[in-house]
């Protein structure tokens, strides 16, 4: 390391004296900004200052004093290293600060949606930190760490909308990203102490769902619901208003309607046999409100391509909602032969028994063949002719023969 380096990195690790935020903000403008010798001696003192096993103690000095944004990260990587590599070692009382110390943060640069915003990454930083220390600390060091997010949600809208991105983070690292990352009875521990302690959470999203007119904070809840979904308990699901409330409430709503259709293709492909009526209650009354949403006159392929990212998305997500319901009640594909007891058919044979007139124009556009045959040896046309009773199903008959 050269003279000057190491002049720097002996100023920087003298903590008997008050840290140098000016001439670390140098450093850390040197490295990003800077090229060649310069750059790298300042990668060597920022990595020298790193490595110091006292180096996090000054992290509350350069957050709270420093004017550079990448020294302020800079300051949150030394956190997040000691959190991953040294927590187990560190005092209780040490370790009960920190939280402490990025609770505070966290609450402070959330207190406002202006702030919010402005901060948008570092607090994304200081999020992702302390679910960092919840896998470590909760719930066995922190057993109140849910009850007191809830608390602290029902006193500001933009701090509950924060706190939604902390619990969504907490639930991927816990159920989505566990693997490899801790051991099977730790993450079974978290998984399980989220499921007994779920009612609470699900009774803020529903308040939120109910009362806010809050369009930001609605779309965090909904996006913090969609990844509870894929483990949470049954009952939250089918013996509430969750469903209805996604459909009737917030489908229709442009700025909602794909993550809520999201939501329901979750919903559409949980295996569980004893909630038939409540399948079939949510598949009409999605297609019910799918035809405001898209006339029987719309040609989907031409809506798809003449439509813009949102629209393109949605209909993406409806493509998946079917293919999530058609394969959790028996077919893989809009051409999957299903046979049971001898007997046999495809999806659009029961979209035309069932005259849903929605469901046949969008698996045709997902490329539905129109001339596989039943074990009736019935074309979907030929069904939809006999089952018509003085042209109830005229508008059926109409697609498959436009499509024919």
């Not at 990260?73 to 590599?85: F, G, M, N, R």
């Not at 110390?101 to 948008?120: A, D, F, Q, R, W």
């Amino acid at each position: 390391m050269g003279g000057l380096a190491q002049e720097t990195v002996n100023k920087l690790l003298n903590f008997d004296q008050k840290l140098d935020i000016g001439l670390l903000d140098n450093v850390v403008a040197a490295m990003y900004a800077s090229t060649g010798q310069e750059q790298k001696m300042a990668q060597e003192v920022l990595t020298t200052l790193k490595e110091h096993p006292d180096s996090w103690t000054k992290v509350d000095t350069i957050l709270e004093f420093s004017s550079n944004q990448q020294t302020k990260y800079y300051a949150l990587q030394i956190l997040e290293s000691v959190i991953k590599t040294r927590w187990k070692v560190l005092p209780r009382n040490q370790c009960e600060g920190i939280k402490k110390y990025i609770v505070g943060l966290i609450i402070k640069t959330s207190s406002s949606p202006e702030l919010m915003e402005k901060e948008k990454t570092y607090l994304n930083k200081l999020n992702l930190i302390l679910v960092s220390i919840l896998k470590r600390e909760w719930p066995k060091n922190w057993e109140s760490f849910i009850p007191d997010i809830i608390g602290a949600s029902k006193t500001n809208e933009s701090l509950c909308q924060n706190n939604m991105v902390i619990l969504k983070l907490l639930s991927e690292e816990v159920f989505d990203f566990s693997s490899g990352q801790m051991t099977q009875t730790k993450a079974k521990h978290l998984k399980d102490s989220m499921c007994s302690q779920f009612s609470e959470v699900f009774t803020l999203c529903q308040y939120v769902m109910d009362n806010s007119n809050n369009a930001a904070l609605v779309g965090a809840t909904l996006d913090t619901l969609l990844k509870f979904l894929n483990w949470i308990p049954l009952g939250y699901i089918f013996e509430t208003k969750l469903i209805q409330t996604l459909i009737l409430k917030f489908m229709t709503v442009p700025m909602f309607r794909n993550v809520s259709m999201k939501c329901l293709t979750e919903i559409a492909g949980v295996t569980v046999p004893h909630y038939d009526e409540k399948f079939i209650a949510l598949f009409t009354e999605t297609m019910t409100q799918l035809e405001t949403m898209l006339p029987v006159e719309t040609n989907i392929k031409d809506a798809y391509k003449a439509g813009n990212d949102q629209e393109q998305n949605f209909i993406q997500n409806l493509a998946m909602f079917f293919c999530a319901f058609l394969k959790e009640h028996g077919f893989t594909s809009v051409n999957h032969k299903r046979s049971k007891m001898f007997k046999s058919k495809y999806p659009l044979h029961t979209a035309v028994k069932v005259n849903n007139v929605d469901l046949v124009r969008i698996l045709l556009a997902a490329g539905a063949d129109v001339s596989l045959k039943s074990s009736a040896g019935q074309t979907p046309a030929q069904l939809a002719q006999k089952t018509d009773k003085k042209g109830s199903h005229a508008r059926v008959l109409s697609y498959l023969g436009t499509a024919m």
